[in-house]
């Protein structure tokens, strides 16, 4: 693989794993709240803060919970619930 997409690659997930953190931050939700409410694994939710690997899943996941706000909804529209 060319090595300047790998650095793109690297820099965006870096960026994006800043603005996790910040929009987790601004709505007041700790750690804890992602694990407990909103069923994420602590080490999962703390590797995507870093920077680290996200599946197609998640980030629409997230893409989803950050225009609407509610992470519960976004979630069963991932697995396809009709509740």
């Not at 820099?11 to 601004?26: A, D, N, P, S, T």
């Not at 996200?54 to 950050?66: E, G």
């Not at 979630?75 to 396809?80: D, I, S």
Request: glycine letters at 6%.
């Amino acid at each position: 693989m060319d090595p300047d997409i790998d650095q793109d690659y690297a820099e965006f997930l870096k960026l994006l794993g800043m603005r996790i953190q910040q929009m987790r931050k601004e709505r007041g939700l700790s750690l804890r709240d992602m694990v407990v409410k909103h069923n994420y694994h602590d080490s999962q939710w703390r590797r995507y803060e870093r920077g680290g690997p996200m599946n197609v899943p998640s980030l629409w996941d997230f893409a989803f919970y950050s225009s609407r706000r509610t992470w519960r909804v976004s979630r069963r529209l991932c697995r396809g619930s009709q509740t």
